[in-house]
């Protein structure tokens, strides 16, 4: 059955001409708000400046941190595409027990800050050994990285793994072993997405600022942050991330068109005749597997916070929830805000693309290179370009914080909901083109209605981001703003560790109430709506 | 009289119809039968208006709909019915709004009853507040059928509707199809691969093969054609 490859521009008439201008208006917006300032702030440094200085700086000291920050990242993303590849095999190729629980509840470490599991790590390290010097290391951050980022491996690679025709596979049982299939035929048929899962992965370690910082564990971001923040030598901040951009987008470059169609980010795609196998004599060990990696990422850290914050008492809670108390409404109403704007360019960004006109795809190239720049960086940009007396109304006010939630989340929104549209057979638009329906009614009583679960997912993943978004804040929150995870970080230097794991059991609680929260409300209204599009 | 006057037209750089002459009688049901990728939807597609021929012109009773490579008259504007392949079925929407939602649209008079009036001569009035994916594969052919003609088109152009359904029920269907030429006052272009299908329906056949015509006629015509690649399509 042919998708939607492309709407045909030509038909409807002056309505269809006052969308096609609406959506150069979004596209210019968001360049003008979100990728100028970058432009501008790599710009204004590289070239307008002396920078002879600055690159003398780039010594063999910048260099070393460099390496040792790409075999941090390469680590994390082996071991992560390495255990999400078990995760992906077990979870969705085999009929183990209660796969649906785990598959949700797996991912939940993606959706929390990273500088939760930070802390309950160190907490778990100091009650084991009296101190946490084992953990404050480039072992330590590699561990827990490698725990947030294998359900984001699980999902690339299970998602890839269900897309294999089983008649491809039951063509190769029919010659070889089944082992013999998993090595010579399953696995390079995903190998655009093993390569996709090291790759953003990789981008996404050697971008993490919160779980180094908080380990003490000196990284190439943690170095430009110093840079920035405590020394003002912009500069070299600028030429520090423009070498960490450099190699980010060389590596999106090579596996560029998987990365961008990112068939992972789809909701409901039940995959082409998915082949279960029956692991009869391994169900216990898998299922064994599956038990204990949840108990690692999600109970044994939540069971750690939770005795740290109550080890002397209510004290210690208390007083974290009343330090964060003024910041959940902030947070709260920020990353809702945020969201929406993210679904709504999203949507606009996802329409641009499914058109067979370059113009119009760039839009999403735009987003994903954003989304690829590490979150320091992005939120130096937006600094600097917004700090300037004429953008005060920006700066000074939360606005500078939903537009670095929107530039960072709106590519996944964006992805979410073009593979949606692709979804839907052409002739869904092209009866209504025949029938004369206007563009708005098109988009609005038929192409919306039918896509409306994936919107709400992706409402659901900006907002939980943004409600926990920590790199890109710590530059932007204006003085007196309150929000959960920039209260948390810059408490953590000098609060005791009961008082921190209480913040970070209250952030890691709340976070896990929201999820819950949308669930509970939406699940009833996705599957009705998954049935009918059925 | 729906005329194609030296059509060419591409996907990809790759040329699917190649200046293609053809004309078809007003009140007639055309078949265009051809195997795949001979160009039968092609043409479809362009009389409606969903894709532009990149040269030729189209006319319908003297209204020249497509030119040089430009659209005169848009999709909408065509009063052309589609039923398409996989029927298009708008999934969240009820048999009565599927029906429905282009009268509603354009804000017309006594929508039930034009409605109901469908839902009647189809047999599906007690369908109508089941949705797509509840229906059986003959009653969602009703529904897309039902959908086309409440606009009142001229035309009714019909991309293999019965390609999913049972010899049983695409009997059936086909005996519908035959009488909505006289009941609504149209004319239909129906394609289709099955010569069996053609044969049952057409007033006329067009056989196509690699974007051109190898053969035009009636039914008996075409059964009678000495071209060697018509004797070699009708083995099969």
Redesign the interface.
Do not use: A, L, R, T
């Given at each position: 059955?042919?998708s939607i490859k492309h709407i045909?521009i030509?038909?409807?008439?002056n309505s269809l001409l006052g969308f096609n201008s609406l959506l150069f208006v979004i596209y210019g917006l968001f360049i003008i708000f979100i990728g100028f300032p970058i432009i501008y702030t790599f710009g204004t440094v590289l070239f307008e400046n002396d920078l002879s200085n600055s690159f003398k700086l780039l010594n063999n000291a910048t260099f070393s941190l460099l390496f040792k920050s790409l075999i941090l990242a390469s680590s994390v993303g082996i071991i992560s595409t390495f255990f999400g590849t078990i995760l992906g095999f077990l979870l969705y190729k085999t009929n183990l027990k209660f796969r649906s629980f785990f598959k949700i509840v797996l991912l939940i470490p993606l959706f929390i800050s990273p500088y939760i599991l930070a802390v309950a790590w160190k907490d778990f390290f100091f009650f084991l050994f009296g101190n946490s010097s084992i953990i404050s290391s480039y072992f330590g951050v590699i561990m827990v990285l490698s725990l947030i980022f294998t359900p984001l491996a699980m999902l690339i690679i299970g998602s890839a793994l269900s897309n294999i025709n089983s008649q491809i596979e039951e063509s190769a049982l029919m010659l070889v072993s089944f082992k013999k299939m998993v090595f010579s035929i399953m696995l390079p048929l995903i190998k655009p997405a093993l390569i996709t899962s090291f790759v953003l992965i990789f981008i996404f370690s050697i971008s993490e600022f919160s779980v180094p910082a908080f380990f003490g564990v000196k990284v190439f971001t943690t170095e430009i942050f110093t840079q920035f923040s405590a020394f003002y030598n912009h500069g070299l901040a600028i030429i520090q991330s423009t070498l960490l951009i450099a190699i980010c987008i060389i590596l999106l470059y090579a596996e560029r068109k998987y990365i961008a169609d990112a068939p992972f980010l789809s909701v409901g795609s039940k995959g082409t005749n998915n082949k279960m196998y029956d692991i009869i004599n391994y169900r216990k060990l898998g299922q064994l597997f599956l038990i204990v990696w949840l108990i690692i990422s999600i109970v044994l850290p939540f069971i750690i916070l939770f005795a740290q914050s109550f080890k002397g008492g209510m004290h210690s809670f208390i007083k974290a929830f009343n330090l964060l108390l003024p910041t959940f409404t902030n947070s709260i109403s920020l990353a809702f805000v945020a969201a929406v704007i993210s679904v709504f360019i999203g949507f606009i960004a996802a329409y641009f693309s499914i058109r067979p006109v370059r113009v119009y795809k760039s839009f999403e190239w735009v987003l994903l290179l954003i989304f690829a720049i590490p979150s320091t960086i992005y939120g130096i940009s937006l600094i600097k370009f917004y700090n300037q007396p004429e953008f005060g109304f920006i700066y000074s006010t939360s606005t500078i914080i939903i537009i670095g939630y929107v530039g960072k989340y709106t590519f996944i929104s964006a992805k979410l909901i073009s593979n949606a549209i692709k979804q839907i057979?052409?002739?869904?638009d092209?009866?209504s083109?025949?029938?004369?329906?206007?563009i708005f009614?098109r988009l609005s009583?038929?192409l919306i209605?039918?896509i409306l679960p994936t919107i709400f997912i992706a409402f659901i993943i900006s907002f939980i981001f943004s409600l926990g978004e920590l790199g890109t804040t710590i530059k932007l929150y204006p003085p007196g703003t309150e929000i959960m995870p920039i209260k948390v970080f810059t408490i953590m230097a000098n609060a005791p560790q009961a008082l921190i794991s209480s913040m970070t059991l209250i952030v890691f609680s709340v976070t896990l109430l929201m999820i819950s929260i949308f669930y509970f409300m939406l699940n009833p209204f996705i599957k009705k709506?998954h049935?009918?599009?059925? | 009289m729906i005329s194609l006057d030296k059509i060419n037209h591409s996907y990809d750089d790759k040329l699917v119809l190649e200046n293609l002459c053809l004309n078809i009688d007003d009140k007639q049901l055309t078949c265009l039968l051809g195997s795949s990728g001979s160009g039968k939807t092609t043409i479809l597609r362009l009389i409606s208006g969903l894709e532009t021929p990149l040269s030729g012109s189209i006319d319908i009773d003297g209204n020249t709909l497509a030119k040089d490579g430009k659209n005169i008259i848009q999709a909408s504007e065509r009063n052309i019915g589609f039923i398409f392949q996989d029927l298009g079925l708008w999934p969240h929407f009820t048999v009565y709004k599927n029906i429905a939602f282009g009268l509603m649209e354009q804000k017309s008079s006594d929508i039930e009853m034009k409605v109901m009036d469908m839902l009647d001569y189809f047999g599906i009035k007690d369908q109508m507040h089941k949705y797509p994916h509840q229906l059986s594969g003959g009653q969602k052919q009703l529904v897309a059928i039902a959908r086309s003609l409440i606009l009142k088109p001229k035309i009714l152009l019909m991309d293999e509707p019965l390609s999913n359904l049972d010899v049983k029920l695409k009997r059936k269907i086909l005996d519908y199809i035959k009488n909505l030429k006289q009941k609504f006052d149209l004319s239909i272009i129906y394609v289709t691969h099955d010569h069996r299908e053609a044969f049952a329906i057409a007033d006329e056949i067009v056989l196509m093969n690699n974007g051109k015509i190898e053969e035009s006629g009636s039914v008996e015509q075409i059964k009678s054609s000495n071209n060697e690649y018509v004797k070699y399509f009708l083995e099969y």
């Open positions: 059955m042919d045909n030509k038909n409807g008439s057979p052409n002739s869904i092209e009866v083109q025949i029938q004369g329906i206007s009614s009583k038929i209605p039918i709506y049935s009918i599009n059925d | -």
